[in-house]
Each structure stands twice: as structure tokens, then as C-alpha cells.
Nanobody, 121 residues
């Protein structure tokens, strides 16, 4: 059973920075699809950033970012800590949302509990 525990949400001012974390237990993250979604009130869920594990033909995975966060957000992973991170810089009010990490193992998607990021002056 995979468990994902998130931390790091906060209230930050526009232009500020924040890192949210997603610690996994029960399964290594090093070779599976994983990433971050967000959902703002009244808005559809949006894929923010994603590691794809790739396949044996492509030779490895790749990282994908939503256009709205390119150049500002960075997804990273610490294999030793089995933890996924989302580093967010130059935050804007429109980044305000609940952020959820996820991992896909086989046909099952596991989700973190969500963490609130609020960008406001």
C-alpha cells in the first residue's frame, strides 16, 4: 500500500517562493509516473508538473510542465528520502489552489491529501 503525505503549504505574497513536499511510503518513487495537480475553487483540476517514467524504447522519462508555470516551478525528487517536491517561485495570485501529489503504479493512482497554497498580499 502506497501512502503519500504532503507538507509545505502556506500563505505567501505575490512574487514569493514556496516548496511543497510529498513523502512516499510503501513503494519507491524512482521508476514510476508522478507529479502534481492543483485545483482552485470553481476551476477544473490542472496538471502542474509531471515526471513520466518513460519506457524502455524512449530510454527514460521526461518532465512536463503546464504552460502557466513554465520557468517558475520546478519538480524534483530525492530518491534517498523517497520524496517528491514542487519548488514554486515568482508566485502569482492565480497559483492559489489546493495542490495534490500523485503517483501511478500499474493501473492505480495514489494521491496525497492535498495542501493549500494561497498567494495574496
Amino acid at each position: 500500500q502506497v501512502q503519500l503525505v504532503q507538507s509545505g503549504g502556506d500563505l505567501v505574497q505575490p512574487g514569493g517562493s514556496l516548496t511543497v513536499s510529498c513523502a512516499a511510503s510503501g513503494r519507491t518513487l524512482s521508476d514510476v509516473d508522478q507529479g502534481w495537480y492543483r485545483q482552485a475553487p470553481g476551476e477544473p483540476r490542472e496538471l502542474v508538473a509531471r515526471f513520466s517514467s518513460g519506457d524502455r524504447f524512449s530510454g527514460g522519462g521526461k518532465i512536463v510542465y503546464a504552460d502557466s508555470v513554465k520557468g517558475r516551478f520546478t519538480i524534483s525528487r530525492d530518491n534517498a528520502k523517497n520524496t517528491l517536491y514542487l519548488q514554486m517561485t515568482n508566485l502569482k495570485q492565480e497559483d492559489t489552489a489546493v495542490y495534490h501529489c500523485y503517483v501511478i503504479i500499474g493501473t492505480t493512482t495514489y494521491w496525497g491529501q492535498g495542501t493549500q497554497v494561497t498567494v495574496s498580499s
